[in-house]
């Protein structure tokens, strides 16, 4: 992994994090191990032209079949769309401000706004782990950018 520091929109650092204040800003110091939370699903570019869903479940079925068939990922997602409300937001919008791409979706990282959470991931992250929300896991940066989403061995 390659150490990065990542800008944090906390108002303080959380003891037992590796987290740096410097009086205006904050930034946690990757890699680094600590809670992650497990986030709800984004809605992706193309889904709900010009609009939102109105509730948790409105397409999450629809949203989940397309993202297995993209990921080749199977799993029984259960998770809905990310709550509206938070900054703003509407339904599946979390705090990208705008439609993901669908084969980002499964992989992506957000959040958290919590400075006692070093992350949040998908279900699908979790699943493939075999962790559940807030499990201690290690999060960074690849040394290799050009690698894809999704699972990789790592092992040597």
Not at 23 to 36: A, E, F, Y
């Amino acid at each position: 992994m390659d150490p990065q520091p990542v800008r944090m929109f906390w108002s303080s650092c959380a003891a037992g994090l590796d987290c740096t204040d410097d009086g205006t800003d904050r930034w946690l110091n990757t890699p680094t191990i600590g809670p992650v939370v497990k986030e709800a699903h984004l809605v992706t570019v193309g889904e709900f032209p010009g609009g939102w869903p109105q509730s948790f479940t409105d397409g999450i079925q629809a949203h989940d079949t397309a993202s297995e068939a993209l990921s080749g990922y199977a799993m029984d997602r259960t998770e809905p769309w990310a709550p509206a409300g938070e900054g703003g937001s509407e339904y599946g919008q979390g705090a990208t401000g705008g439609p993901v791409p669908l084969e980002d979706e499964a992989w992506w990282e957000t959040g958290p706004g919590s400075n006692e959470r070093i992350a949040g991931v998908t279900e699908e992250v979790h699943d493939h782990l075999g962790s559940v929300h807030l499990s201690e896991l290690e999060i960074g940066f690849a040394a290799d950018p050009d690698l894809p989403l999704g699972s990789i061995d790592c092992a040597p």
